[in-house]
Nanobody
Framework: QVQVVESGGGSVLAGGSLRLSCAAS????????MSWYRQAPGKEREFVSF?????TTTYGDSVKGRFTISQDKNTMYMQMNSLKPEDTAMYYC?????????????????WGQGTLVTVSS
């Protein structure tokens, strides 16, 4: 069974920092492309950041320059600096398993249970 486990959420004051982690299952000949999404109360889920197995990264406009994503083996990290109250949300990790070889079968996308980030002013 695919496992995706987030950690690192918490409560901070505006301007503070947090570091989120996401540990995911690893499968032979499957690459882990990993993303962070967040969902604030009453709002739709929003893309935050992405990193593929080669280390290529993408960020949502609202977090560019403040959040940095990285990975080490099967764990993804997101350093969040200069946090704002509007960053308050449940943060979810998503893993997309892409085959390293054509025709190789990999598990379907998987999501974690989320970790809560609360930023107060």
């Amino acid at each position: 069974q695919v496992q995706v486990v987030e950690s690192g959420g918490g409560s901070v004051l505006a301007g503070g920092s947090l570091r989120l982690s996401c540990a995911a299952s690893k499968y032979s000949y499957c690459r882990n492309d990993m993303s962070w999404y967040r969902q604030a109360p009453g709002k739709e889920r929003e893309f935050v950041s992405f990193i593929d197995s080669d280390g290529t990264t993408t960020y949502g406009d609202s977090v560019k320059g403040r959040f940095t994503i990285s990975q080490d083996k099967n764990t993804m990290y997101m350093q969040m600096n200069s946090l704002k109250p509007e960053d308050t949300a449940m943060y979810y990790c998503k893993v997309h398993f892409s085959p390293a070889y054509r025709g190789w079968a990999c598990p379907l996308d998987a999501w974690g249970q989320g970790t809560l980030v609360t930023v107060s002013s």
